[in-house]
C-alpha cells in the first residue's frame, strides 16, 4: 500500500458585500443554501478535502473575506498564505462586476502571482442578468483567470470550479508544472 500524501491549500474568495461569496462557500462544503442576507464580518472559512489522485488528499481552506469596505482594514491579514484568489461578481449587479478590478488590485498587493479564476454568480436569475457571459469572459482573459458562472442557490458549477482549481494547485505546487490558469 502506498502512502497518501496530503496537502492543504488556502484560496481567498473576494468581492462585494452580497455577490453571494459566503453562499457559494456553504453550498460548495455544505450542500446548504440560504437565501437571507447574513453580512459576513472579517471573514469566514471552510475547509473542503477532495481527491486528486489514489495517493493525493488536498484540503481546500476556503477563505471567504468580507465586501463591505468597511471592514478592509482587517483584510489584509486574511490574504496572507493564499494560493490562489476567487473574484466574485453577481451577473445581476454591474458594479460589483466593475469593482473586481479594485478587488484584483487590493490582493496583488498580498498575494501577486497566484492562480486567480473570476466567478459570475447567481446563474439562477439569469431574467434579471445585466453582466453577459462575453463581458466575464474579456474580463477573465484580461486578469490572466479561469472563468465560471455558476449559482450558489442550486449548485451549477461550483464543483467543476473548486474541482478544477484544486487540481491546477497540485500541478502547480506539488508537481512543479508551470502553466496558467486559464
Given amino acids: 500500500m502506498r502512502d497518501v500524501r496530503e496537502y492543504i491549500f ?45 495517493n493525493t488528499v488536498c484540503r481546500l481552506q476556503i477563505w471567504d473575506l468580507a465586501g463591505q469596505s468597511s471592514f478592509a482594514f482587517v483584510r489584509p491579514g486574511f490574504y496572507q498564505g493564499s494560493f490562489a484568489t476567487i473574484y466574485v461578481f453577481d451577473i445581476t449587479d454591474r458594479e460589483s462586476f466593475i469593482d473586481i478590478e479594485n478587488w484584483v488590485k487590493e490582493a496583488d498587493q498580498y498575494v501577486p ?23 466575464g469572459l474579456a474580463l477573465a482573459e484580461q486578469l490572466n483567470a479561469r472563468y465560471y458562472e455558476t449559482s450558489a442557490k442550486t ?17 502547480l505546487h506539488v508537481l512543479n508544472k508551470k502553466s496558467s490558469f486559464q
Fill in 155 to 171: 449548485g451549477v458549477n461550483l464543483e467543476k470550479l473548486f474541482t478544477d482549481l484544486n487540481n491546477k494547485l497540485v500541478e
Fill in 113 to 135: 502571482n497566484v492562480p486567480r479564476v473570476l466567478v459570475g454568480n447567481k446563474l439562477d436569475l439569469t431574467d434579471e442578468r445585466v453582466v453577459s457571459r462575453s463581458e
Fill in 10 to 54: 488556502k484560496v481567498s474568495v473576494l468581492g462585494n458585500g452580497g455577490v453571494g461569496k459566503t453562499s457559494m462557500v456553504l453550498q460548495y462544503t455544505e450542500n446548504k443554501f440560504k437565501a437571507n442576507y447574513l453580512m459576513t464580518i472579517g471573514s469566514n472559512f471552510a475547509i473542503k478535502m477532495l481527491r486528486y489522485d489514489e
